[in-house]
């Protein structure tokens, strides 16, 4: 089977539409960024169900669809632990951050950081969250353009700087109000698709239905020790767990509840996204789980990605069920996946260099209308790195997505994360313990990477016979995790000694932040005109694109594949429709 073949002229006219409409999204809400807080986070005015999408939307990428499929196909359900972990650090943004976070009442996350610790952990953790930004969007986009390598069967170096481009130039283009929106739709179209495609892959008579499902999936969907020594492993689920905590209740992504018009809101956001990553998994996971039930050698229908032939697992099992047509929209909603992914982080970043450097360090004087313009000159340089990092990811040899992903976040962003926690519970800090705590976690990873040699831990836990290299990537992730947890939760707790010989101004400066994180904010008179507005447009955008897809009913397929685009077309329209009927 050759999946670039399989591509209809109807999946390439879907394509073709999309992008087109992603363009149309932005210029719609074009008129919405009339100052630069509308353009960083839509002024916070976002209704729950927009903001609580986007809070999803940027957990979600196409790195699902490649390396998280991948591992699933070749590991089994273990994988499962990731967006487990993810559900529960929802949870808690529900009965904790969620509405803290938009009580902080600012612009950007560092805005935050430097109300909590002062000026100099502003331009310290500004400066190592841009270029770590630009790391994990170059991440996404290298994700993205296996999946698409996988399914045109492109050089993958060519699919990165093209899509690259287009996703960066739609990154400028748009403001928040567009990126919230698209992401709010792409809730609506991949939610739909991901069942069909589950329906479809449990339906195939290699598979036999659920029973037949349950029945022929590999031993070590059932038995974890399988894919590693259960030592490993169930420290491995431990450090997943903590590092998704971490990820999902710190300062810096607090982004996804600045747009949020209360702290009620903020916290119904929350639910959204809980619910979303409970439900998806269990759905995405179908169509890979099956594959490695039908194919047992994906290097046959991808020999592009050579050793990393199983990361197309989800797009193969796609391709062999899908009815025509189908396929297209399943690439792009991946493709809109990554690019909201994308989009909001260079939005982010952009806020945070034009907010927390351009405006207090090189032009104090600027006018709104001049860090409007220097956002989106940001945003396109900003991407022009990330498409860089993308091109030095693909050359990396011996090396998974799925890996790549939690190493980085174990090694570089997890350290950079916790005084980020850490400062929104625990008060009567000196202003350095932030930085500092930092310096203390990238010298943790650095040991944990470089110096301590995983026998060590082979012979402390009693292990025999050499680690494999399965199991020494699952020793590098939890190891940083757990080192960097315990190490830099116990020095920044350990600065508190400190703390008394911190100037009154900083002491008064803290109070004055935790009361603003403990006073909610409530919804106003203005908001209700502004509601009323966002329901429209998002209900007129919707009956449109869900009207598209139903117009597929048309292709010559079989019935099951008809009903199938009335299904994910019906979705979204129908949603559209009681959006514009609310009063």
């Known amino acids: 089977m050759s999946t670039s073949n399989a ?44 903001s609580g999408s986007s809070a999803f939307m940027v957990c979600f990428s196409a790195v699902l669809f490649t390396g998280m499929a991948g591992k699933a196909y070749v590991d089994g359900s273990i994988v499962l632990v990731i967006y487990l972990a993810n559900f529960l650090g929802f949870v808690v943004n529900y009965f904790w951050s969620a509405h ?88 609506l179209t991949v939610m739909p698709i991901t069942m069909v495609a589950a329906y479809l892959a449990l339906k195939h008579p290699d598979v036999g239905g659920v029973s ?25 689920v431990v450090a997943a767990f903590i590092q998704k905590f971490v990820s999902t209740n710190n300062v810096l992504d607090s982004s996804r509840y600045l747009c949020a018009k209360t702290s009620v809101d903020a916290r119904k956001a929350a639910v959204l996204g809980s619910v979303l990553n409970f439900i998806g998994p269990v759905i995405w996971f179908i169509p890979p789980l099956a594959a490695s039930i039908i194919f047992t050698d994906l290097g046959e229908q991808f020999p592009a990605l050579g ?56 032009r104090k004087q600027a006018t709104d209308r001049e860090l409007l313009v220097a956002g989106k000159v940001v945003t396109l340089s900003f991407g022009g790195l990330v498409i860089l990092a993308a091109l030095t990811f693909s050359s990396l040899e011996g090396l998974a ?17 916790i005084p980020l926690v850490l400062g929104v ?31 060590c831990f082979r012979h402390l836990m009693g292990m025999e016979g050499e ?26 707790l350990g600065t508190t000694y400190f703390y008394r010989n911190s100037p009154q101004e900083f002491k008064r400066q803290e109070e004055a932040f935790f009361e603003r994180l403990n006073t909610p904010v409530l919804e106003s008179a203005e908001h209700e005109s502004s509601d009323r507005q966002q329901r429209l447009i998002l209900g007129k955008l919707c009956l449109i694109y869900g009207g598209i897809i139903m117009l597929m009913m048309l292709i010559p397929n079989p019935m099951e594949g008809r009903v199938c685009f009335l299904f994910c077309g019906g979705v979204v329209a129908v949603t559209g429709w009681c959006l514009r009927a609310i009063k």
């Open 467 to 492: 680690l494999s290299e399965k199991e020494t990537n699952f020793y590098f992730y939890m190891a940083s995790v757990l080192a960097n947890v315990v190490i830099c939760s116990g020095w920044f």
């Open 401 to 417: 997505i799925f890996d790549l992903m939690l190493q980085f976040g174990a090694l570089v962003a997890l350290p950079y994360s």
């Open 7 to 50: 591509l209809t002229i109807y999946d390439h006219g879907m394509i073709v539409f999309y992008l087109a409409f992603m363009v149309f999204i932005g210029w719609t809400f074009r008129h919405l960024n009339r100052n630069s807080s509308n353009y960083f986070r839509g002024a916070g005015n976002m209704l729950w169900w927009m």
């Open 307 to 362: 050793e990393k032939a199983y990361e197309g697992a989800y797009v193969a099992m796609a391709v062999e069920t899908m009815p025509s047509g189908m396929v297209g929209i399943l690439l792009c909603g991946i493709f809109a996946a990554t690019m909201s992914s994308m989009d909001s982080g260079l939005n982010r970043n952009a806020g945070i260099f034009v907010k927390n450097f351009y405006l207090p360090v090189m």
């Open 425 to 455: 519970i625990v008060k009567r800090v000196p202003s350095w313990a932030a930085w500092s705590t930092v310096l203390i976690g990238f010298a943790v990873s650095f040991t944990v990477k470089n110096v301590v040699d995983p026998d």
């Open 212 to 236: 037949g499902f349950l029945e022929k999936l590999p031993a070590q969907n059932f038995d974890w020790s399988l894919v590693a020594r259960s030592q490993i492993v169930w420290l491995w």
């Open 100 to 187: 803290r976070f938009r009580q902080m009442r600012v612009d950007t996350p560092m805005e935050a950081v430097r109300d909590r610790y002062g000026p100099v952990n502003e331009q310290v953790f500004s400066w190592i969250q841009i270029p770590l930004s630009i790391l994990y969007a170059g991440i996404w986009l290298y994700g993205l353009g296996v999946f698409l390598t996988a399914a045109f069967g492109m050089p993958l170096e060519t699919t990165l700087i093209v899509v690259g481009v287009v996703v960066v130039v739609m990154a400028a283009l748009g403001g928040a109000w567009a990126v919230v929106a698209s992401d709010f739709m792409q809730v």
